[in-house]
């Protein structure tokens, strides 16, 4: 392919990405305008939890309340456009797929809900009691006062349960990888001590310093890695076993043809 062709082929999926990100821009923007109706609710229901009735929250600026209605809507939106991100994603490198792995991708997109919305329950009815009565121990412990603004608590939640939900979405990234032949099982495996060391540094970061804490958070997310590992060698011998069956075609007709 000569310079010109190159460049050509290059500004046509930039643009082909702009238009994927736009989409995702004004869904999001859509989101957040519908996140603005619920973010009342969603707040009555969090601060009227358990572990919110611990604590006389305050409002410490003007801005707090809008602010925390504006950061629920965000996160409001940011779930309902989880699934068009990975379609948007997918339909961006569909050019480059068979229409066997075109169809198979596809179907990975609603899972892509269904996983960030298991990484939220976990982290927040699992993950956020128990760091946060951890923290108000030492806390009490100390002789401190406890006096919260409220964005002092829903920042801490959020801060915890967005990361686990993310990192939630780690097996359908790996299958998604895997189908369009970006990842194999066998390279997962040879960056699994890495891997396990970003794991663990990310359960170690955002749960309290104690072992229990750190053990409860860590062994899913290794599960979910050897989980991933899993999917990608299932989709990877289905790969070479379709691969093989492709090129003894070809050798037969080779053949017939000789």
Do not use: C
């Not at 899993?230 to 075609?249: C, G, H, N, P, V």
């Amino acid at each position: 392919m000569s310079k010109p062709m190159k460049e050509m082929a290059l500004v046509e999926h930039l643009g082909e990405l702009r238009k994927r990100i736009i989409v995702v821009l004004v869904v999001f923007v859509a989101g957040l305008i519908g996140g603005i109706f619920v973010a009342e609710p969603i707040y009555h229901y969090l601060t009227a939890a358990e572990q919110a009735k611990n604590f006389e929250l305050h409002a410490f600026s003007f801005w707090d309340g809008i602010g925390i209605y504006m950061k629920i809507a965000a996160i409001f939106s940011l779930v309902i456009s989880i699934p068009l991100i990975f379609y948007q994603l997918w339909a961006f490198v569909k050019p480059g797929l068979h229409k066997d792995e075109q169809k198979a991708a596809v179907r990975y997109v609603p899972y892509a809900f269904i996983l960030f919305i298991v990484g939220i329950v976990f982290g927040y009815y699992i993950v956020f009691p128990m760091t946060l009565s951890f923290t108000t121990m030492i806390t009490k412990s100390m002789g401190l006062t406890e006096t919260y603004g409220i964005t002092n608590y829903l920042n801490f939640m959020f801060n915890l349960v967005l990361p686990l939900a993310l990192l939630f979405e780690l097996p359908l990234v790996v299958m998604f990888l895997t189908r369009i032949r970006i990842l194999n099982p066998l390279r997962l495996r040879k960056m699994r001590k890495v891997a396990y060391f970003a794991l663990v540094f990310i359960a170690v970061v955002i749960t309290p310093p104690d072992f229990i804490s750190d053990f409860l958070v860590t062994i899913p997310l290794l599960l979910l890695y050897e989980f991933s590992v899993f999917l990608s060698s299932t989709i990877y011998r289905k790969q070479l076993e379709a691969d093989m069956e492709r090129d003894s075609r070809y050798v037969s007709l080779d053949e017939d043809t000789d």
